[in-house]
């Protein structure tokens, strides 16, 4: 069994600074890819940025020279630093990690999700 646990959501005024953490716990071998989505309500997940096993990090454009996405070591934690930020950047931050655990097969694990509020 794999738990993905986020913290780190909060209110923040326009301009402002968060930092998003995620950790993942139980069976795992490796941690081949992590990421960062968000969701409005009434809208599909979106993703946001990416860190491969490798250590490769890509972004949306949306958020490109704003976010930055870093982790610890190979298997985490993972977190997203997000400077500048503005009230499109409200939503419901959701951590995603793509673990091999003790079978042959890797699977897409999710946290509960973290509330970003951006007031203006």
């Known amino acids: 069994q794999v738990q993905v646990v986020e913290s780190g959501g909060g209110l923040v005024q326009a301009g402002g600074s968060l930092r998003l953490s995620c950790a993942a716990s139980g069976s795992i071998r490796s941690i081949n890819g992590m990421g960062w989505y968000r969701q409005t309500p009434g809208k599909q997940r979106e993703w946001v940025a990416g860190?491969?096993?490798?250590?490769?990090?890509n972004y949306a454009d949306s958020v490109k020279a704003r976010f930055t996405i870093s982790r610890d070591n190979v298997k985490g934690p993972v977190y997203l630093q997000m400077n500048s930020l503005k009230p499109e950047d409200t939503a419901v931050y959701y951590c995603n990690m793509r673990v091999l655990g003790l079978g042959p097969y890797e699977y897409d694990y999710w946290g509960q999700g973290t509330q970003v509020t951006v007031s203006s």
């Open positions: 860190i491969s096993s490798g250590g490769r990090t």
